[in-house]
């Protein structure tokens, strides 16, 4: 059972508004959940479950100490941000948000300079757990990291990748001497050019680079084009993995 | 002006059925349906759009002799499949399908197996455009190309790279002798084969490639992973942006 007040409380916090406010997010889906109890069982302040969720999962969420209120699917569907609810939803406490910059020259980081689309956003975070990145940077403009729909989109990886919002140039001049990489439209071929550890700025998805950060890159970077006819530009998220991906591939492979 | 019934029409072609039934399709965005003008004018059975539209583009229109109704913002707001409706709506017939199966052997080419989320499929084919394939071949069972959702996300290129829908064992039994490459979780690293032209099969979101599509693989690639903590995927559209990237990069650059 659920009280009218808490459904309220728990729908408002499908806004951002009041997820700052509380600090508190949502995360929905079963394979997520699960993994969210066992990693970050400290972070839950609730699971909302139903019946077949609970005979499933009890022992894991018995061991893990986490609190469990049994609901119907009904239920569920009002608090619900899915489309269609899945078992069980559970509200997160904010992380800690921990400094991540230290090492910053001998390691392989990201910086999202307002990138906007939740989708993006999520996706990026996903293909940097993908490729062990542990810190991606962000400018304080970009999308929020618990916004439902980043959440979904990282599929598990806001649990794996920690996410850090700081200006560019705070961040450079705490880690000098660093290597600053940006993806632009007229750099340097990202194929040719010899790659080392460093940051790696990553634009908004209509403006790309802010112009004072622009001026912060030491080396412009450009997937060139093979188009006979005049595409502009690749999807933020998709540039930003073949980008990551050339990187890993020159460094690590 | 438009009346009651046309409205009724449109607004039919958000859905797949009517879009089918009519052989039509919706496009927005001032950049885009411009270029549409440009690039495709006989595609158009009739453009809508604000007086701002029509004064700042009216020769483009004319040059093309497309259909053009002028209509208020307000009525705008009725047929568009837009949050923030701008300025235009075009209705378009569907394109021709051509072959595309042309030559495949000394080529570069996609097959997208069962892709269904329409903003991965969209922005899969503004990648192609991106790296120059001319054709993206898809299974009978994927996304539709025509859904609103696929054309925003295309951000034009679904004007310029053909779409061809077959299936996989077709394609290749009219192609032969055709070297098939699959992305898969367990093959060869992508970044150490000897990369040639041929086909690049692509799975579904949430499970791969179908079986019987499997066994017509030839070399099965994977993009290591390097991340310490189980993570299973990436998201279809980033792992494929990231193998075309590299077939490019051995072979193009």
């Not at 489309?83 to 390691?107: H, I, K, M, W």
């Not at 304080?140 to 729909?149: D, R, V």
Request: net charge neutral; charged share 20%; proline share 4%.
């Amino acid at each position: 059972m659920i009280s009218k007040n808490r459904v309220k409380q728990i729908q408002s916090l499908q806004q951002k508004k009041f997820r700052e406010q509380n600090k508190l997010f949502l995360v929905e889906g079963v394979k997520t959940v699960k993994e969210l109890i066992s990693l970050r069982p400290g972070a839950i302040e609730e699971l909302f479950a139903t019946e077949d969720f609970i005979r499933e999962n009890g022992s894991l969420i018995q061991k893990n100490t986490v609190q469990c209120t049994q609901i119907s699917e009904r239920e569920l569907g009002q608090i619900s941000g899915l489309q269609t609810p899945n078992q069980v939803l559970a509200v997160c406490r904010y992380f800690e948000e921990s400094d991540g910059s230290l090492d910053l020259q001998n390691q392989f980081s990201l910086y999202l300079d307002d990138i906007r689309d939740p989708g993006n956003f999520g996706t990026i975070l996903r293909m940097a757990d993908w490729f062990g990145i542990s810190t991606v940077f962000c400018s304080p403009s970009s999308c929020e990291l618990y916004n439902s729909k980043v959440i979904q989109a990282t599929m598990g990886a806001f649990m794996r990748v920690n996410v850090v919002y700081t200006p560019l140039k705070n961040l450079i001049d705490g880690s000098k001497p660093l290597h600053v990489y940006g993806a632009v439209l007229n750099g340097k071929n990202v194929y040719k050019e010899k790659l080392g550890p460093g940051l790696i700025v990553i634009g908004n998805e209509a403006n790309g680079i802010h112009e004072e950060n622009l001026a912060l890159i030491d080396c412009p970077l450009t997937i060139p084009s093979h188009s006979s006819n005049g595409t502009e530009s690749l999807n933020a998220a998709m540039a930003t993995s073949i980008i990551v991906s050339e990187f890993f591939r020159q460094l690590k492979v």
